[in-house]
């Protein structure tokens, strides 16, 4: 069955590094990968979607790319701010299914 | 435009008792899911629906029914509740297949 893994529970960086966040995946590549940002007792948000045929996106801070060889996406956040603390969670979505299926998500803390 | 909206957002069960989760969007999405997330283990896929009068099951459905008799509601429904269901259920929407899932805020749930 198809897996997801984000690398790691938690990820500790300085106030203005850039915070590098990994999701691989098992098996066949999705048609889109998405990256929300969840705060604690809140629901997600959406942040950035990235399509199979393409290899990078950036909105503001925020970069994603998507290596379907390496069946891996990075999602980065440049000048990092304490603000953007919080729990980020890659999903996968596929051609032929209607599901989104989610990673476990990486606790990101950023220390002024 | 409160987007999705879950009731109750807290609630305490004893094992064998029911309950229904109701989730309500008012964007007119078509496709309409259920999450449950648990420490460590991200959000689960439990069932979803593609349309009015339509449901499907996700990864995690023993244990749960779903109803989408309108188009903006999506019940959850456990009929005989279990210690092993207790955790934060999460519903969220999409306008189309293969976009960015708008969430609510959850309904944490307590199987005693």
């Known amino acids: 069955s198809q897996k997801i893994e984000q690398n790691s529970e938690a990820l500790n960086i300085q106030e203005g590094k850039t915070a590098t966040l990994t999701c691989n995946y098992t098996?066949?590549?999705?048609?889109?990968l998405q990256w929300y940002r969840q705060d604690p007792g809140r629901g997600p948000v959406f942040l950035l979607l990235?399509?199979?045929?393409?290899k990078e996106k950036r909105k503001e801070r925020l970069k994603v790319t998507f290596d379907t060889t390496l069946k891996q996406s990075l999602f980065h956040i440049t000048a990092s701010q304490p603000a953007d603390s919080a729990t980020y969670l890659c999903?996968?979505?596929?051609?032929?299914?209607?599901?989104?299926?989610f990673g476990a998500g990486t606790r990101l803390t950023v220390k002024p | 435009n409160a987007g999705v909206t879950q009731t109750p957002k807290f609630r305490v069960l004893k094992t064998g008792q029911s309950m229904t989760l109701l989730c309500a969007q008012d964007?007119?999405?078509?496709?309409m899911y259920w999450y449950r997330q648990d420490p460590g283990m991200g959000l689960r896929l439990i069932h979803y629906?593609?349309?009015?009068?339509?449901?499907a099951k996700g990864e995690v459905p023993d244990g749960y029914n779903v109803s989408r008799l309108k188009k903006q509601n999506f019940l959850l429904g456990l009929e005989s509740a279990a210690p092993s269901q207790t955790s934060v259920y999460f519903c969220?929407?999409?306008?189309?297949?293969?976009?960015?899932?708008?969430f609510g805020e959850g309904s944490r749930l307590t199987v005693l």
């Open positions: 999903a996968l979505t596929y051609a032929n299914n209607n599901d989104m299926r």
């Open positions: 098996n066949y590549s999705p048609a889109y």
């Open positions: 990235i399509r199979e045929n393409e």
């Open positions: 964007m007119n999405h078509e496709y």
């Open positions: 629906s593609v349309g009015e009068g339509t449901t």
């Open positions: 969220a929407s999409i306008p189309r297949v293969h976009g960015e899932l708008f």
